[in-house]
């Protein structure tokens, strides 16, 4: 049931040693292009000089937003900005070329940096995500190996379908609605509950409970889990979920896992 720890504690969209090579690279940037300004204005004339000052204002600034832009699209997080519509915004930027030491220019994002800040929910590309919800099969043709008893022969089934989502949305098979059984539905609210509210996840914090019941109401509303068994968490749990209802800025999209 291996499963990379660097994918299960993947806490933002870039692996921080990515996101530090981005970080210097962007300081690279500026750099040179104050050196590349340095060098321009011990040729110009006082007149020009102001119109150069005013230029390399603009261009620093420009470097200075980008940066924190995609500091805050690297979080995975909803918030207003779609990171699709950032990195447009980025890669639009009207900053003049910078080329490396090997005379080919220096990209604002590469291809594999772009691909993992336009996610749009979570911190896994398709390709970690794909490794991810391999862990489901990997458990059930284990726990499927033991030898139950009869009342509990059908464990290695509920197991395997405790991501399944009634709208097809969850893994390994996609099932939907009546294809669930009652027991992987449970499963499925008391899972999602347990990854939003657990103290031990060193990938995030725990969720207060008032949110994570609002944020079950939320996956109920979209048809995800059993609106149900989430009024019945509510009863289970002794908690009211209506100081948050309608901040949808409290609802986080990093995968539970």
């Not at 390399?56 to 995975?76: D, G």
């Not at 590309?125 to 509990?152: G, L, T």
Request: proline share 7%; charged share 30%; aromatic share 6%.
């Amino acid at each position: 049931m291996y499963i990379d720890p660097a994918i299960f504690l993947k806490e933002r969209k870039l692996y921080p040693e990515d996101f530090e090579k981005l970080q210097l690279r962007l300081k690279y940037l500026r750099r040179s292009l104050e050196l590349d300004f340095a060098l321009r204005e011990s040729h110009l004339q006082k007149d020009a000089i102001q119109r150069l000052n005013e230029e390399r204002e603009r261009t620093i600034k420009e470097i200075i937003e980008i940066s924190k832009l995609i500091e805050t699209i690297n979080i995975p997080t909803v918030t207003e900005i779609d990171p699709e519509t950032a990195i447009s915004r980025i890669l639009s930027a009207p900053l003049p070329p910078v080329q490396g030491i090997d005379n080919e220019p220096i990209p604002l994002l590469t291809q594999e940096e772009i691909e993992n800040l336009k996610i749009k929910r979570g911190s896994l590309n398709a390709k970690e995500r794909k490794e991810m919800e391999q862990h489901v099969v990997r458990s059930y043709d284990f726990v499927r190996r033991i030898p139950w008893p009869a009342e509990y022969s059908h464990i290695p089934d509920y197991i395997k379908v405790h991501h399944e989502m009634l709208d097809g949305s969850g893994y390994p098979e996609g099932l939907r609605g009546a294809q669930i059984p009652l027991q992987g539905r449970i499963i499925a609210v008391a899972d999602v509950y347990d990854a939003l509210t657990a103290a031990d996840r060193p990938y995030k914090k725990a969720v207060p409970i008032p949110k994570a019941l609002f944020i079950l109401d939320d996956e109920a509303a979209r048809g995800r889990l059993d609106s149900g068994l989430v009024q019945l968490m509510h009863l289970l749990v002794g908690e009211d979920s209506c100081d948050t209802a309608g901040d949808k800025a409290l609802i986080p999209s990093a995968p539970v896992r």
